[in-house]
């Protein structure tokens, strides 16, 4: 399970109706909390991945380990099941949303897509599937000093090549 902690501008964009519904049962409850003010109140998505289990067969997950990164994002977020918790003070709240997934879930789904399919892919090695992943380059598995060397080099960037050089001999005199 993943969870994130949100503030109430985000839940009332994402989940309003839901949100509302917390609000008033806040409100109407004996709760000592029941006066907190909104922006006292700590709101949190927790959301899992769900599948019946007889979907998961070998040829679920072969086919799974072939889609290229667009279907596969819309299979993970597919299987979500998102739930919205609210605390008040020692009052506390959570249910089932039952509303679409949310931008923010699913910017969460694409980033754990990302790297669930590059672990995959490390060690399937489908060229189509890992030309599909949008790695940003930041976050891009580093290349070896003497790959970043030749890059460097292809590239005519000879001030780097020269900084890259001078890094790898002082790993040879360590």
Partial sequence: MVTLMVNYEVVEKEYGKESG????????SNSKSKDTEIDKIAWLYAFSYFKNKSEFTP?????LFHMKFDERLEEEISK???NLSMSAGRF??????SSPVSDTIKE????????KMVNEQAH???QEVIDSIPI????????SLEDQLKNAIDHEDY?????????????EVD
Avoid: C
């Fill in 92 to 97: 506390y709240m959570t249910d089932r949303v």
């Fill in 136 to 143: 940003p380059k930041e976050e891009q598995i580093p290349e």
């Fill in 124 to 126: 399937i090695g489908d």
């Fill in 21 to 28: 519904e917390f609000i008033y049962l806040l409100r109407g």
């Fill in 80 to 82: 979500v099941r998102v």
């Fill in 59 to 63: 040829e679920y997950y072969e086919n």
């Fill in 108 to 115: 969460v789904v694409k980033f754990v897509t990302i790297q």
């Fill in 159 to 171: 001030e780097e090549a020269a900084r890259i050089r001078d890094q790898i001999k002082s790993q």
